[in-house]
């Protein structure tokens, strides 16, 4: 009998190393810019400011997985709240949307960096480049999450030490004067970035999906959520500082997604150089990778409480690949071809901000039984919020592509909700009948 349970094979450095390296690839590489732009080179404080709020989301989630860990992760979370009805499907198709606008987009980082390398920046090649790389981590994904946790684990080390490796180096040799305070912008410059820097951490929710794969959920969840958070916000504040010591404010914001590199070269030269690319193209990998992860054992509850069709809990082919996978997956590749995901870049984390403050709100009906304090869950749901609102009054106002994009995503999850409701009602009372 004990045969036919499967065996769990995850440990708590896999997990987090699972979450680690959705927000490192997804982060650091692209972010740098782009906050670069508006906070100048006080972008280490974004990142800690970020990074503190992910922190406070992060004691909500831990607590809510310590007391309810399931495979459905922080949307199983969110249905002790609320229940299986609307809202609870609302945001589940908001959260499953959101993996494949983040899969996309940290797959086309993945595809600018591979065509800079072998075809001189040919636009084509990236979003081939891109694409390929969605099928590679599909097929890993498929395998199985004991080969996702290796494999993501084996990229984790490699990444972290490289990035470390630069860090002391860059910050050993760097320019105090460009990191003087007095050269800082305005509060509201810098709370603005955090806006932006948050979406470096939207990764870490990937981690309470591990659960199904940890041997004791209870207790390594909770560990394997605090020592993501802390990895992470430690790198991208010792990058940023070594980046910002290094090259001006308006040469990070030219440089862009290879300011990196370009910032590897004072000290280490064109190997410096080719060094960053190389982790870059492991870091990027390495989110895809973990962007894909949560799909399969998500979809698979989803179905089975009926939020989602019950096709999404099947397996097809030879391999068994779960359908939830093979669509997120499709769905990111859909946007790699078809978008200009620059021009979106802030909606996977605009709706993430939403998600997250959906399941803060819903823990506060079982925080007596998970035993949260409910000042710190409080303190949570203000940060997001006000970051989202922060978002809106800044970067939205300025981007309206990504606001029409974000008000069709709500009506989107709207109405695939109601209607797969009212089919799922009209085939019970059809079987009652």
Sequence with gaps: MSSTIPKKQMTVIQAAFIGVGSMV????????????????????????VAGAIAGLQGYSFAKLGAAYPSAGGM????????????????VSWLFYVTGAI????????????????????????????????????????????????????????????????FAIVTIVNWDPSLLDPSGYPGIREIVASVALTFFAFLGF????????DLPDASRQLPRSMYLALAIATTVYVAVSLGVFGTLTSDQVVEYGATALAEAAKPTLGQFGYVLMVITALLSTAGAVNASLYPSVGMTQHL??????????????????????????????AVMVLVFNLNSIASLGSAVALLVFSAVTLAHF????????????????????????????????????????????ILALALIIDLLWKRTRLAGNSTAGA
């Design 205 to 212: 929710g990937v981690i309470t999906f591990t659960a199904k």
């Design 303 to 332: 179905a089975s409480v009926g939020q989602f069709p019950p096709v999404f809990g099947r397996s097809v082919g030879h391999r068994r690949v779960p359908v939830g996978l093979l669509v997120m997956a499709g769905l990111a």
């Design 25 to 48: 690839g997804a982060g650091i590489f692209a972010l740098l810019g782009a906050a670069g732009a508006v906070a100048g080179s006080a972008v280490w404080v974004s990142f800690l």
């Design 102 to 165: 983040v899969g996309a987009m940290v797959a086309s980082s993945f595809g600018g960096y591979a065509s800079a390398v072998l075809t001189d920046r040919d636009p084509g090649w990236a979003k081939v480049f891109a694409v390929a790389l969605i099928l590679v981590m599909t097929f890993l994904n498929a395998v199985g999450s004991k080969a996702v946790a290796r494999v993501q684990s084996l990229i984790v080390k490699i990444v972290l030490a490289i990035l470390s490796v």
């Design 75 to 90: 949307l199983a979370y969110l249905a002790r709240g609320f229940g299986e009805g609307h809202i609870t499907g609302i």
């Design 365 to 408: 009906k079982v925080y007596r039984e998970t035993g949260a304090k409910l000042f710190m869950l409080i303190t949570a749901l203000i940060a997001t919020l006000g970051t989202f609102l922060v978002f809106c009054t800044t970067t939205l106002v300025n981007e309206p592509a990504t606001a029409t994009a974000l008000v069709v």
